[in-house]
C-alpha cells in the first residue's frame, strides 16, 4: 500500500496473540514485580500471575480477591505515563483530518463486523473526524438503513462531520444522521470508536460513557494502539539516555478487565503488529506527529534546537534504515468487540441502578425507544 504522495510505504503483518502474548504479558509483569513490590496497587496488578499458575480451586479464590482489589482501584486510575493535561489539551487542539493509519485500522476493523449477526437499527461513530470518515463511510455502507450519531464533542470537528458525513438535504429519506457531544443513555444498538481510547485522559471514563450509550443488548466495536508501538523508537531513546519517547499504551488484557468493569460482557480482544516505513526521517516524523504528541509526563521539558534536531535525523537513519535504505517502526493494534447484556444488580449493603436499567431488567423482550 502506498500513499498517494508516494512518500510512505507500508507493509502490515498479522501477529497471533493467544498464549504468545499472554507469556509477553507475564514476563512484563515478572520484571516490574519485585521494583513496586511495596506498591499495593503493583501487588494488585500482579495477581493475574498467581491466577495463571494457580490449581482450580486457588485460581477461583485469586479471581474473586482480584474483584475486590484490583477493579475497584482500576476505576479511579489514570494511565500513569499519560500527562492528563497535556492529553486533554491535545483532544482540544487535534487536527480536523484523519490519519492515514486511523482509516486503514477503520478498514480492517469494518472487516470484522460480517462475523457479527447483530444488525443494528441506531449506531454511534465515535469521534469520526480523527478516527475515520472514510472508515465511518464503509461502517455506513453495511447498515444502510440504520440512524448514525455522530459524537463530536468539539464544535470545529461537529461542522467537518456534518458536512462530510451529514446526509444531503437533496436527500431526506435516506436514514437519520446526526451530530452530536453525546449520545442519549441507551440510544445506539452499536458503538464504533476507531483509534481513540489509548490517547484518553480518563480511559475508565471513557468506556463508561461507551456502556450509558448503548441499548442492551448492543455491542461495541473499538481499537487502539497497544504497548509495543514505537518499540523501536523506544528503544533508541533509551540508548542515547533521552527522555521517553511516548507513554507506554495499555495492554489488549487489561483493556479487557476494564471493559469487564464497566458492565460489558464477552469481550473479545486480538491485535496485529503493523510495520511502517518511509523514506526519511522528517516524512516519519511529520506521520508521527499527525498521529499525535508525546504525552508521556517525564517527555523533554522545553523545546529543542536545530542541533539536536540534526542529531535527531541521524540517529533515526542509523538505527531504523533497512538493507534499502527506508526507516521503519512498528505500531501494535489492539481490536476490541464486547457486548452490553441485561444489567444484574449488585448486592451489597446500598446498591444504585439507573432507571433505564431497571426497565431493562423488568422487560428484558420490550424493544427500546
Known amino acids: 500500500m502506498q500513499r498517494a504522495t508516494g512518500e510512505a510505504k507500508r507493509t502490515w503483518q498479522s501477529v497471533h496473540t493467544g498464549r504468545d502474548g499472554q507469556r509477553r504479558q507475564t514476563s512484563q509483569r515478572e520484571g516490574a514485580r519485585e521494583a513496586n513490590a511495596a506498591n499495593p496497587r503493583a501487588q494488585a496488578a500482579?495477581?493475574?500471575?498467581?491466577?495463571?499458575?494457580?490449581?482450580?480451586?486457588?485460581?477461583?479464590?485469586?479471581?474473586?480477591?482480584?474483584?475486590?482489589?484490583?477493579?475497584?482501584?482500576?476505576?479511579?486510575?489514570?494511565?500513569?505515563?499519560?500527562?492528563?493535561?497535556a492529553a486533554a489539551r491535545w483532544q482540544q487542539r487535534a487536527p480536523a483530518r484523519s490519519p492515514w493509519l486511523h482509516e486503514e485500522v477503520a478498514r480492517r476493523m469494518a472487516d470484522r463486523l460480517q462475523w457479527i449477526r447483530l444488525q443494528p437499527t441506531a449506531w454511534a461513530d465515535w469521534e469520526p473526524v480523527r478516527g475515520g470518515m472514510e472508515g465511518h463511510a464503509l461502517v455506513a455502507a453495511r447498515y444502510p438503513q440504520a440512524a448514525q450519531a455522530l459524537v463530536e464533542p468539539r464544535s470545529d470537528h461537529a461542522g467537518v462531520?456534518?458536512?462530510?458525513?451529514?446526509?444531503?438535504?437533496?436527500?431526506?429519506?435516506?436514514?437519520?444522521?446526526?451530530?452530536?457531544?453525546?449520545?442519549?443513555?441507551?440510544?445506539?444498538?452499536?458503538l464504533w470508536a476507531n483509534m481513540a481510547l489509548h490517547l484518553a485522559p480518563e480511559p475508565q471514563a471513557l468506556i463508561a460513557q461507551w456502556h450509558r450509550a448503548l441499548a442492551v443488548d448492543g455491542f461495541l466495536m473499538f481499537s487502539c494502539l497497544g504497548p509495543d508501538t514505537l518499540r523501536e523508537l523506544r528503544s533508541l531513546y533509551a540508548a542515547l539516555g533521552w527522555p521517553p519517547a511516548g507513554p507506554e499504551f495499555t495492554d489488549m488484557h487489561d483493556w479487557g478487565d476494564m471493559l469487564v468493569h464497566a458492565g460489558?460482557?464477552?469481550?473479545?480482544?486480538?491485535?496485529?503488529?503493523?510495520?511502517?516505513?518511509?523514506a526519511g526521517p522528517q516524512q516519519l516524523l511529520d506521520e508521527l506527529r499527525e498521529l499525535g504528541p508525546n504525552l508521556h509526563p517525564a517527555r523533554f521539558a522545553g523545546l529543542r534546537g536545530r542541533g539536536w534536531r540534526d542529531r535527531l535525523h541521524a540517529e533515526l537513519v542509523r538505527a531504523l534504515a533497512g538493507p534499502d535504505g527506508r526507516l521503519s517502526l512498528s505500531f501494535e493494534?489492539?481490536?476490541?468487540?464486547?457486548?452490553?447484556?441485561?444489567?444484574?444488580?449488585?448486592?451489597?449493603?446500598?446498591?444504585?441502578?439507573?432507571?433505564?436499567?431497571?426497565?431493562?431488567?423488568?422487560?428484558?423482550?420490550?424493544?427500546?425507544?
Open 46 to 85: 500482579n495477581m493475574r500471575l498467581t491466577i495463571l499458575a494457580a490449581p482450580r480451586v486457588l485460581r477461583l479464590a485469586c479471581t474473586l480477591l482480584r474483584e475486590r482489589l484490583l477493579l475497584p482501584l482500576m476505576a479511579h486510575e489514570r494511565p500513569p505515563t499519560l500527562d492528563p493535561v
Open 264 to 278: 460489558f460482557a464477552e469481550p473479545v480482544m486480538d491485535m496485529e503488529r503493523v510495520t511502517l516505513t518511509w
Open 161 to 190: 462531520a456534518a458536512r462530510a458525513l451529514g446526509a444531503p438535504w437533496w436527500k431526506p429519506w435516506g436514514p437519520k444522521v446526526q451530530v452530536v457531544a453525546q449520545p442519549a443513555d441507551g440510544a445506539v444498538q452499536m
Open 333 to 369: 493494534i489492539v481490536y476490541g468487540h464486547a457486548l452490553k447484556p441485561t444489567p444484574r444488580v449488585r448486592v451489597g449493603a446500598e446498591s444504585s441502578l439507573s432507571l433505564q436499567d431497571m426497565r431493562a431488567m423488568l422487560h428484558p423482550d420490550k424493544p427500546r425507544s
